[in-house]
């Protein structure tokens, strides 16, 4: 995360890290016992043998619970070259036991971008766009404001049908690259129930 800040510990229960080897590679959400919601550009067409999915915390240097994947859907339309349906989903082999830090996302109902309010991404990702640091053990989080489809086809013409733009409050850039995979979260009227709004996909 660029200017990002620490997590409190059960902040973003539903933020899971997916490793291969031992290491973070991308984020991805909980929205069920069993199943982990990412984006697709993280794999290539198969699970990596040495996948796991690690959740129930926000420091990977402490020892946390780790899941197998049983298998990985990408979405069929998914297209590497315009990221357009940059959408994955992992099946894990048994499933999570939800407590204070392990809460499944609720999904979206509502489409009209005006209404979501207080949104966050997080993620292990490099600290600094500008220097290349290790990524942070420690989960981050950064303040998000959504962006109208008119202003973001001004910055990014080839801005496809399916995406949704975001910037980190103040107009800097919000995710790097590590940070793929990971939720847009928001609230809506004040409620401070969260929604997965978007999937940290590129930018």
């Known amino acids: 995360i660029t200017a990002g800040r620490y997590a409190r510990a059960g902040e973003f229960p539903w933020h899971v890290s997916i490793q291969s080897n031992g290491k973070h590679i991308c984020g991805g959400t909980m929205i069920s016992a069993l199943w982990i919601l990412t984006a697709a550009h993280c794999f290539a067409e198969e699970v990596p043998p040495d996948l796991t999915v690690v959740v129930g915390g926000i420091d990977l240097n402490l020892p946390l619970e780790e899941h197998k994947p049983d298998s990985l859907i990408l979405h069929e339309n998914f297209d590497r070259m315009s990221m357009e349906n940059d959408i994955a989903l992992i099946l894990l082999s048994s499933p999570i036991e939800f407590s204070n830090e392990k809460i499944p996302i609720c999904l ?38 959504l962006i109208s489809r008119e202003q973001c086809l001004e910055r990014i013409p080839q801005l496809v049908e399916n995406e949704l733009c975001a910037e980190l409050e103040g107009g800097e850039r919000g995710a790097c690259q590590v940070d793929s995979g990971g939720p847009l979260v928001c609230s809506y009227w004040n409620t401070m129930k969260w929604f997965q709004v978007g999937i940290v996909s590129w930018g």
């Open 108 to 145: 979206p109902f509502i489409y009209d971008i005006d209404t979501w309010q207080h949104c966050w991404v997080a993620g292990w990702g490099t600290p600094s766009a500008a220097v290349a640091v290790p990524t942070s053990h420690v989960l981050q989080k950064a303040r998000m404001k």
